[in-house]
């Protein structure tokens, strides 16, 4: 788990460093609010792995039992 923590900030560290470069260049302006905005989903995703991995297995679970009372 500190792993995943490190490789976490550590990947978010090199990721503001280079927003803060788009930030700067006022050619990129559409292209921050795309990086940003990718950047909190990728971050939703890693913090809420396991909830989103459980929630599609019961899911297809549910969908598996229920085909074969079709």
Do not use: H, P
């Amino acid at each position: 788990m500190k792993k995943l923590y490190g490789k976490m900030v550590c990947g978010m560290m090199v990721l503001r460093r280079r927003a803060e470069e788009i930030l700067k260049d006022e050619k990129g302006m559409g292209t921050v609010e795309v990086i940003l905005i990718i950047l909190v989903l990728i971050g939703l995703v890693i913090i809420f792995k396991s909830q989103l991995t459980e929630l599609v297995e019961n899911i297809f679970e549910k969908i598996t039992k229920q085909a074969g009372s079709i």
